[in-house]
């Protein structure tokens, strides 16, 4: 199975940029799909930015234009560049990835979550 490890996050005055880090290891045979989810103190939990294992990148609406999310197929680690933040990206960051096994089957992991605070 696989175990994602997170790094970054941390507190920052608006305007100002935080940079995660996603690293997954274990046993797997591939990871397709790898992102961030987040979730801030009022609201659930919602997606922030993907991107698959070729490279094409999904972003919430909320950070287009701010957020930029990268990753490293042969370090199995995504990254996730966050720039003019804002108050309201303040929340726990959650690393996500899809691993396949050898045996075609997929399944999703999930990292422990970091702590981003913006202030005012």
């Known amino acids: 199975q696989a175990q994602l490890v997170e790094s970054g996050g941390g507190s920052v005055q608006a305007g100002g940029s935080l940079r995660l880090s996603c690293a997954a290891t274990?046993?797997?045979?591939?990871?397709?799909?790898m992102g961030w989810y987040r979730q801030g103190p009022r609201s659930q939990r919602e997606l922030a930015a993907s991107i698959t294992k070729d490279g094409s990148t999904n972003y919430a609406n909320s950070v287009k234009g701010r957020f930029s999310i990268s990753r490293d197929n042969v370090k199995n680690t995504v990254y996730l560049e966050m720039s003019s933040l804002k108050p309201e990206d303040t929340g726990v960051y959650y690393c996500y990835a899809a691993p396949t096994l050898s045996t075609g089957a997929v399944y999703t992991v999930w990292g422990q979550g970091t702590q981003v605070t913006v202030s005012s």
């Open positions: 274990g046993s797997f045979f591939t990871i397709n799909t």
